[in-house]
C-alpha cells in the first residue's frame, strides 16, 4: 500500500467517523424534523397551532415521567413502576381533596410518589437487586395499593386548582406545557451543572469505578429512583386534573411509553450516555408520530403497531451506538 493509498483511507475513515459523531449528536433532531415535514405535506392541518399546542399537551404526562427516567437509565438502570406510581399519587391526591386543602392534597400526592421512588431506590441500592426485579415488584404492589384504597372505583374530583393544574391555560398555553418545561429545565441544570448530575453520569458509566473514587453510589441510586418517583407523583396529580378524577386504571402502559421515549433520545439502555434534551426529542416523536396518525384516520390499532416497531427501531439503533 502506497502512502496516496494510506492518506486516503485515513480521510475516509476520519469523514465516516465525523458522520457517526454528528449523526449520534443529532440523528433524532433530524428525524424529528424530516417527520415535521413529512406529515404537513399528508396533513394541511399539523403545523397549525391549536394541532402543536394539542402535541406538546398529549405528551406532557410521558414526558415528565421520561424525565425521571432519564436520570434512572443514565445510571444504568430502569424504572417500571412509573405508571403504577402516577395512579396511586392521582388516587391519594384526589381523594384528600375531600379532607384538606387542595394545596396540601396535592404535595401529599407528590409526596407519595417521592416515597415510592425512595423505596424502589433503597431495594436496588441496598440489596443489589437488579432493578429491573424490584420495579417490576413495585409495578404491582403500588398498582394494588391504588385499586385498594379506591375500591377499584375513580374517585371524582372537586377542586379548581387540581382542574387549572391538568386542564387550565395560561396565556392561551395549557398548564401542562408550561409544567412540562420547568421539569426539563430543573432536570437539564441537575445533570449538566451539579455533582450529582456528574455522578449520575459517572455511575452509568462503570459503577465500580465510580465507587473506587469516591462517589456516594447508594446515595446516589436512592435519590435517582427517587427523583423519577416524585416527578410519576406529579404527572399523577396533572393526569387527575385532567381528567377530574384520581383513577386507579390511570397510566396503564405509560412506563414503556417513557422507557422508548429516553431511549429514541439517545440514552444508552447501558447507562452513562444520554441528556435529557434529547429524551424531550424522543418524546415529541413519538407524540408528533401519534398525531400524524391520528390526523391520516389511522386506527388505534395499527398505532398501536407502529408504535411497538418504534420502541424495536429504538432499541437497536441503541445497541448499534454502543458497539461503534
Not at 238 to 251: C, E, K
Amino acid at each position: 500500500m502506497n502512502s496516496q493509498t494510506q492518506v486516503s483511507n485515513n480521510t475516509n475513515l476520519k469523514l465516516m467517523y465525523n458522520i457517526g459523531s454528528i449523526w449520534n449528536k443529532l440523528g433524532m433532531l433530524i428525524i424529528l424534523l424530516m417527520l415535521c415535514i413529512i406529515l404537513s405535506f399528508l396533513s394541511p392541518n399539523f403545523l397549525e397551532v391549536n394541532n402543536i399546542l394539542n402535541v406538546l399537551k398529549q405528551i406532557s404526562i410521558i414526558a415528565i415521567l421520561a424525565a425521571g427516567m432519564t436520570f434512572v437509565i443514565l445510571t444504568g438502570g430502569i424504572d417500571l413502576s412509573v405508571g403504577s406510581i402516577l395512579a396511586l399519587s392521582g388516587v391519594v391526591s384526589v381523594m384528600l381533596t375531600h379532607k384538606v386543602n387542595p394545596l396540601v392534597a396535592m404535595l401529599a400526592g407528590i409526596l407519595v410518589g417521592l416515597l415510592a421512588g425512595m423505596l424502589n431506590g433503597f431495594l436496588t441500592a441496598k440489596t443489589k437487586l437488579p432493578s429491573f426485579i424490584v420495579t417490576l415488584g413495585s409495578y404491582t404492589y403500588v398498582r394494588g395499593l391504588a385499586y385498594v384504597i379506591s375500591g377499584g372505583y375513580p374517585i371524582v374530583l372537586q377542586s379548581n386548582l387540581f382542574k387549572f393544574l391538568g386542564a387550565g391555560s395560561v396565556a392561551s398555553v395549557p398548564t401542562p406545557i408550561y409544567i412540562m418545561a420547568l421539569v426539563y429545565a430543573a432536570s437539564f441544570f441537575i445533570l449538566k451543572y451539579t455533582m450529582f448530575g456528574r455522578h449520575v453520569y459517572a455511575i452509568g458509566g462503570n459503577e465500580e469505578a465510580a465507587r473506587l473514587t469516591g462517589i456516594k453510589v447508594e446515595g446516589t441510586l436512592i435519590s435517582v429512583y427517587a427523583i423519577s418517583g416524585l416527578l410519576s407523583g406529579l404527572a399523577g396529580v396533572v393526569l387527575a386534573g385532567r381528567l377530574f378524577s384520581g383513577q386507579p386504571t390511570a397510566g396503564i402502559g405509560f412506563e414503556l411509553d417513557a422507557i422508548a421515549a429516553v431511549i429514541l433520545g439517545g440514552t444508552s439502555f447501558t447507562g452513562g450516555v444520554g441528556s435529557i434534551l434529547g429524551t424531550i426529542i424522543g418524546a415529541l416523536i413519538m407524540g408528533i408520530l401519534g398525531n400524524g396518525l391520528t390526523l391520516m384516520d389511522v386506527s388505534y390499532y395499527w398505532q398501536l403497531v407502529v408504535k411497538g416497531a418504534v420502541i424495536v427501531i429504538a432499541v437497536l439503533l441503541d445497541r448499534l451506538r454502543t458497539r461503534t
